[in-house]
């Protein structure tokens, strides 16, 4: 009976006087070669009437110990009828496609395939939340593998920086990830929908906002009194007329403007809420848009910034007017103007969804925001000029009294 190898014979092979490889048997097919190189765990078998050899590792690395117990695995395998190194092959294949199918793959393939149409600003907002918190928590992981709790546990990282809301767009960014990945097939659900309910739930932002009409007039009166940047001016100016959001507004561009058809059409890739939105255009509005002709017709934005006509104004420029104008910011926000005008259009007795639909909140339901869109043109037309006009009044000190209109 062949004798089994020591640890002491182990460490003590050499090569053969000449260089040449020398080989210990431990039985079984086991044996460890030994070469100028190093010691190299062995095992020679036969399969499908060949002759084979599968490596199990280098000493010391691996032990006296571990090379049987791998030795045993092949050949527990090799009585099933299974080829121990097409195991091994089909065992590296799989790891391989479990790196290509990670997490963080997944997320740099969807971002790539569907960021193309978004504002740079949205972009860079989007990969913050894959790069920054989610990668380093799940990045590595198989899109497979992943569960709700380690999606959660990346949630409360941001929670715990403060940021509640954040955290829910976090979690909004995985789930998009995760659907992108049960659509091509590399995962079977989206480990983020079953997070509903369990993070903190977002407190409803509320802009600080002026809604009293003598103090609306008092606003527009220093508006209008604005001794900075003439583009400042005009912009902020005309964002009382528009309902849009201060970001919008800052993007505009001239090839989004028809002056014959008194209207802005936005971009989908622009909004919130993804999908085009029309503004009609007042009369105000109009001259404010064509006092600018002459100023940055040539250019890309019509309110660009003020060291590049190739960039918008900065994302501060309106705030740090009404700053300058002397509104902190607990009394009024750019942000504001669309609390005001929403305020003051109910109070009008303007149907609540015309106001709605000019606000571009977002809906669930797809069908029925286009339909709203739609619907309410010709009203939300009417209720802008009004409004325009309605401002106006406010800003001259006329003590106008808001007439209440039949929503019927």
């Excluded at 380690?150 to 715990?160: P, S």
């Excluded at 255009?281 to 064509?290: C, G, H, P, T």
């Excluded at 309110?303 to 009404?322: C, I, M, Q, V, Y």
Aim: glycine share 6%; aromatic share 8%.
């Amino acid at each position: 009976m062949q004798r089994k190898l020591s640890d002491r014979q182990i460490k003590a092979a050499k090569t053969k006087p000449d260089g040449k490889v020398s080989k210990l048997s431990d039985g079984g097919g086991l044996f460890l070669q030994v070469s100028t190189t190093g010691k190299y765990w062995r095992y020679n078998y036969r399969f499908d009437k060949k002759q084979k050899t599968l490596s199990l590792g280098v000493y010391p690395e691996i032990g006296l110990s571990l090379a049987r117990d791998r030795h045993n695995e092949a050949r527990e395998l090799l009585a099933r009828g299974v080829d121990p190194s097409q195991e091994r092959q089909a065992e590296k294949q799989a790891e391989k496609a479990k790196h290509q199918d990670s997490f963080e793959n997944i997320a740099s393939e969807w971002f790539a395939k569907f960021s193309e149409g978004w504002t740079a600003n949205h972009r860079a907002k989007v990969w913050k939340y894959l790069e920054r918190d989610l990668f380093p928590v799940i990045g590595e992981k198989p899109i497979s593998e992943i569960e709700p709790p380690e999606v959660l546990a990346a949630c409360n990282i941001v929670v715990e920086r403060g940021s509640i809301y954040l955290a829910h767009e976090v979690k909004q960014a995985a789930g998009r990830v995760f659907r992108y990945g049960v659509a091509t097939g590399k995962c079977k659900r989206d480990a983020a929908a079953d997070l509903r309910g369990a993070l903190p739930p977002i407190r409803e932002k509320h802009y600080p906002t002026i809604t009293k009409p003598l103090e609306v007039g008092a606003l527009l009166r220093a508006l209008a009194e604005y001794q900075g940047d003439y583009t400042t001016k005009q912009a902020i100016n005309l964002l009382p007329y528009l309902m849009c959001r201060p970001g919008e507004l800052r993007h505009m561009e001239w090839t989004e403007i028809d002056i014959d058809l008194a209207v802005w059409i936005i971009p989908a890739g622009k909004m919130k809420s993804r999908r085009e939105h029309k503004v009609p255009l007042s009369k105000q509005a109009i001259s404010i848009l064509e006092s600018m002709v002459e100023h940055t017709r040539d250019a890309k934005y019509v309110f660009h910034g003020l060291r590049s006509k190739d960039r918008p104004l900065s994302e501060n420029t309106f705030n740090a007017a009404l700053r300058r104008l002397g509104f902190s910011r607990d009394q009024m926000v750019s942000h504001g103007f669309r609390g005001m005008a929403s305020s003051l259009l109910n109070e009008q007795g303007w149907n609540p969804d015309a106001i709605e639909a000019q606000l571009a909140h977002q809906q669930g339901d797809k069908v029925r925001a286009a339909y709203n869109r739609a619907q309410y043109w010709d009203e939300r037309v009417k209720m802008m000029q009004s409004y325009a006009d309605y401002l106006d009044s406010l800003r001259s000190g006329a003590d106008v009294i808001p007439i209440k209109r039949n929503q019927a």
